[in-house]
């Protein structure tokens, strides 16, 4: 079993749904990541936390420390935000290396 | 542009070549890491490096790998002796561990890698 672990591995929805992915993970950790990746590589940081929730336009992202879950949501969805996004932790190791989930494959149809 | 570069982008060589890929981090950032990236999977966690200190290796950097970050700005990865598995994305990323982006990973575009 992954230490992280992600779903849906894919998801297709129409332009201005709601989208939700979660992310699951094992280990202790000390942060929690939200990566988005678009076709050819590159990598963008949406989220960083350790608790609670934060909002950035129409993204949300939510922690439950004690379950061991994330969400990440997409008000408003829109064809721009198709892209991979990854969810990834810091263990509470004290190293900061990130340990990535494979990835949720989004596609807004418009 | 996060402000972290990669050269090259694109990387074809023939099995058994030598290559090396740089990483420029953000330049006040003085935390970079390695990862790798296969088709359809997440990155996975190679070094990293706090300023030249190189101070964690994974078990996935076998010895034909080796990287360096000599005066603490930019950073070197080199692969001996390639094999056709280590074609992969390359990804470099830096952060800060002070500042309002503390431990903020910010990456580069990353290096395509094609063995032959």
């Known amino acids: 079993k992954n230490e992280v672990e992600q779903s849906p591995q894919n998801l297709t929805a129409q332009e201005g749904e709601f989208i939700t992915i979660n992310c699951s993970y094992s280990v202790g950790i000390s942060a929690l990541h939200w990566l988005q990746q678009h076709p050819g590589g590159g990598i963008v940081s949406l989220f960083m936390?350790?608790?609670g929730k934060k909002k950035h336009g129409r993204l949300i992202a939510t922690i439950n420390i004690q379950e061991k879950h994330s969400s990440l949501h997409i008000t408003a969805s829109h064809p721009r935000d198709s892209a991979v996004y990854i969810c990834a932790v810091e263990s509470n190791f004290g190293n900061e290396k990130l340990t990535f989930g494979t990835g949720t494959r989004l596609t807004i149809i418009p | 542009d996060t402000g972290v570069s990669q050269d090259p982008r694109h990387k074809i060589t023939k099995r058994g070549q030598n290559v090396t890929f740089r990483c420029d981090p953000i330049?006040?950032?003085?935390?970079l890491y390695w990862y790798r990236q296969t088709l359809g999977q997440g990155p996975e966690f190679l070094t990293y490096?706090?300023?030249?200190?190189?101070?964690?290796k994974s078990r996935l950097l076998s010895d034909r790998f080796s990287a360096e970050r000599p005066k603490g700005s930019f950073s070197t990865l080199e692969i001996q002796r390639t094999e056709q598995g280590d074609s992969a994305m390359y990804l470099c990323?830096?952060?800060?561990?002070?500042?309002?982006?503390?431990?903020?990973?910010?990456f580069g575009p990353g290096t395509r890698l094609t063995v032959l």
């Open positions: 936390l350790s608790s």
């Open positions: 990323a830096s952060s800060s561990i002070a500042g309002v982006s503390y431990n903020e990973q910010f």
């Open positions: 490096f706090q300023n030249e200190a190189q101070l964690e």
């Open positions: 330049s006040e950032h003085n935390r």
